[in-house]
Nanobody, 121 residues
Framework: QVQVVESGGGLVQPGGSLRLSCAAS????????MAWYRRAPEKQRELVAA???????QYPASVKGRFTISRDNAKNTVYLQMNNLKPEDTADYYC???????????????WGQGTQVTVSS
């Protein structure tokens, strides 16, 4: 069974940094794009960062210059380095990965369970 699991969330003061990790596991044939999303209270889910298999990056204006997404294809892992965190970054952060399981003929979007990031004094 394919699973995607995030880690690294926690409480941090404004201006601080956190590094999130997301590892995909299971019987996997291949992984295409990977991404981070977040959902804050009373807000809809939004894209935080995305990275293609080849390393092409995508960020919204709200995090560009502060967040960096990267991946280690050998480890089926994607990271999100978050610097200069702001209170408005407080949210549940979710990892998404387009994965083709070994037993499947197609790619499917898999989601992690989420990890909470709280930015507060």
């Amino acid at each position: 069974q394919v699973q995607v699991v995030e880690s690294g969330g926690g409480l941090v003061q404004p201006g601080g940094s956190l590094r999130l990790s997301c590892a995909a596991s299971g019987t996997i044939f291949s992984i295409n794009a990977m991404a981070w999303y977040r959902r804050a209270p009373e807000k809809q889910r939004e894209l935080v960062a995305a990275i293609t298999y080849g390393g092409i990056l995508q960020y919204p204006a709200s995090v560009k210059g502060r967040f960096t997404i990267s991946r280690d294809n050998a480890k089926n892992t994607v990271y999100l380095q978050m610097n200069n965190l702001k209170p408005e970054d407080t949210a549940d952060y979710y990892c998404a990965a387009d994965i083709r399981a070994s037993s499947a003929p197609n790619y499917v979007r898999y989601w992690g369970q989420g990890t909470q990031v709280t930015v507060s004094s």
